[in-house]
Each structure stands twice: as C-alpha cells, then as structure tokens.
T-cell receptor
Framework: AQKVTQAQTEISVVEKEDVTLDCVYE???????LFWYKQPPSGELVFLIR??????QNEISGRYSWNFQKSTSSFNFTITASQVVDSAVYFC?????????????FGGGTRLMVKP | DVKVTQSSRYLVKRTGEKVFLECVQD?????MFWYRQDPGLGLRLIYF???????EKGDIPEGYSVSREKKERFSLILESASTNQTSMYLC???????????FGPGTRLLVL
C-alpha cells in the first residue's frame, strides 16, 4: 500500500531564512508520481510540482527547489529566502501508476509559518 | 488556466437535511474527485468519477453519494447530513490517469 509521511507538522521561520519541508513515501510500484501542493489560508490547494519516478533530476523554480532521491524514498521541498506569503500548509502526495483514476495519497501536511 | 469552481465557500445545514455540493471544471477533464479535509486526518478521498455516469468509491464513501450527469459537473450528495460530516470539502479534476489533479477553492460545511 502507498503511504506518504510528512514528519514535520509545523515549522516556524523568520523571513529570509531558508526552510526545507520533508516528504518520505512508500510504494511497491516502480512507476509513480509525486506532487507538492500549497494550501494558503483561503483553502484552495495550489499545484506546485509533479515528478515521475524515472526523473530524479532536481528542479528549481524561482525560490522553490525540489530534491528527489529514490534511494531514500524522499521528495523534499526547499524554499530559499522565505517570505511571509509562503505561510501555508504544504502537502506532499503520491500517485501510483495504473491505479484507477490516479488516486492521490496525501501526507498529513506541514504548516509553515514565516514571521516578518 | 484550469478552473475548478465549487458552488459555495461556506454552508450551514441542519442535521437530517439533504445537502448538495456542486463542482464544475472547465477543462474537459475526464476525472473528477471529492475529498474531505479534517484536522489531523489530512485529505481523504470520498468518491471519484472517471467518466460521465461512472463513479468509484474512495476511502470514506459512507454517508455520501455522487452524481455525474455531465462531464464538467460532479455533485456530492449528503442524503441526511450529520454533525460528523462537518468538514472542508474539496473537489478536484484531472485530464487522464496519472495527470495532475487541480483543486477547487473548497466548501466549508457546518452541520448543526
């Protein structure tokens, strides 16, 4: 069965600090997809990134970067020079190839608070 | 841009009422999903649909039903609302299997 663990339930940083959100997953499939979503106080889940299991290249998008390591089953998310607007709950999710309807399994989420 | 809309941001209903939550997407996506989100429990899948008139149970379908008469619209129905259905309900859609799911703004339902 697939499982996603976000061990950090809450993180508090001061603006301009770098912060890394951890995500560890479990799956028996060799083909799967990993996602990160952001949920600001308004409630909507905003898609950030999608990664397939064959692409271990790290990705950078502005202040955001993602480190995917199959050897440790981790897909960590780093925000560089954090800003108050980054305050949100962040979810990591996993989808196994071939499961009907591409059902997502979500981690419990990490609440990030960025203080001015 | 993908647009997923939900009929209400906030709803207050009484125990025993029939409740309809509507979700519409404008990107011609095949798959649509209903989740509920509760503190400490994360997001849990209630039902999903991979085509018009098709539906599959998710992890927690008890007390809910769904309807998909048109491709763009997916309704979640609480036949007889109960207080333990007080929650945040999120709708999502995706183009195909394995594609990214895009979420609506959510409906916060309070059942009194």
């Amino acid at each position: 069965a697939q499982k996603v663990t976000q061990a950090q339930t809450e993180i508090s940083v001061v603006e301009k600090e770098d912060v890394t959100l951890d995500c560890v997953y479990e799956t028996r499939d060799t083909t799967y997809y990993l996602f990160w979503y952001k949920q600001p106080p308004s409630g909507e889940l905003v898609f950030l990134i999608r990664r397939n299991s064959f692409d271990e290249q790290n990705e950078i998008s502005g202040r955001y970067s993602w480190n995917f390591q199959k050897s440790t089953s981790s897909f960590n998310f780093t925000i560089t020079a954090s800003q108050v607007v980054d305050s949100a709950v962040y979810f990591c999710a996993l989808s196994e190839s071939g499961n009907a309807g591409n059902m997502l399994t979500f981690g419990g989420g990490t609440r990030l608070m960025v203080k001015p | 841009d993908v647009k997923v809309t939900q009929s209400s941001r906030y709803l207050v209903k009484r125990t025993g009422e029939k409740v309809f939550l509507e979700c519409v997407q404008d990107m011609d996506h095949e798959n649509m999903f209903w989740y509920r989100q509760d503190p400490g429990l994360g997001l849990r899948l209630i039902y999903f649909s991979y085509d018009v008139k098709m539906k599959e149970k998710g992890d927690i379908p008890e007390g809910y039903s769904v309807s998909r008469e048109k491709k763009e619209r997916f309704s979640l129905i609480l036949e007889s609302a109960s207080t333990n259905q007080t929650s945040m309900y999120l709708c999502a859609s995706s183009f195909r299997v394995e594609e990214t799911q895009y979420f609506g703004p959510g409906t916060r339902l309070l059942v009194l």
